[in-house]
């Protein structure tokens, strides 16, 4: 579900499991503050998962750079005993879904360490990308800052790292429709050896 005012109680709990399941897995990741976490949720730009009897089990948000250009669903977490049941893949794609609809022109992107978001990544149609082909805002590498790997960037300039860069680009846009909401490109326009 997204989350809304009623789980600003949960900022903490998700910002220490994410620092614990970084840790655990000795690999970075940029944290984030509580405040945070609970702007996000006030902005309508995050989605949490519950169990059925209504413990927390998961948690993904999502940012904007670059004047809505470019879009990236961040601080991807679950719960040590939800994992391993697919959860992860319902929030991503629930959240997937949400940068789609607040942001439907934009690049969809982000950097993981980790095999399953890769893949899940993958299935959504993410495709592995060069550094360069990211945002430049300075804001969103300013997040690398508290990554541990963030000397390994300093070093390589910014061209890459240990994460790996993972870009979805939304279907060519022909025209915006109403209230600038865009339009896929008709089949007309696509090419096709048949017509060469």
């Given amino acids: 579900m997204v989350a809304d005012a009623t789980h600003y109680g949960f900022a903490q709990l ?34 949490i998962a519950f169990d059925d009897q209504g413990f927390w089990a998961g948690f993904c948000y999502v940012e904007s750079w670059s004047h809505g250009q470019y879009v990236a669903n961040s601080g991807l977490i679950v719960a040590p005993p939800y994992r391993k049941y697919g959860l992860a893949r319902l929030i991503k794609k629930r959240v997937f879904e949400l940068s789609r609809e607040l942001f439907p022109q934009a690049k969809i992107f982000g950097l993981t360490t980790g095999l399953a978001v890769m893949k899940i990544n993958s299935d959504l149609g993410y495709e592995p990308v060069t550094y360069s082909e ?37 279907p060519v846009v022909a025209a915006a429709g109403p209230a600038g909401i865009a339009a896929e490109a008709p089949e007309s326009m696509c090419l096709s050896t048949e017509n060469l």
């Fill in 134 to 170: 990211l945002t430049q805002d300075e804001a969103f590498w300013k997040g690398c800052q508290s990554c541990i790997n963030y000397p390994i960037l300093l070093s390589k300039e910014r061209k890459n790292c240990l994460c790996t860069a993972m870009l979805f680009e939304p």
């Fill in 14 to 47: 998700i910002c220490d499991e994410m620092a614990a399941s970084a840790q655990a897995r000795g690999t970075g990741i940029a944290r984030r503050s509580p405040d945070y976490i609970v702007e996000k949720m006030h902005e309508g730009k995050a989605v």
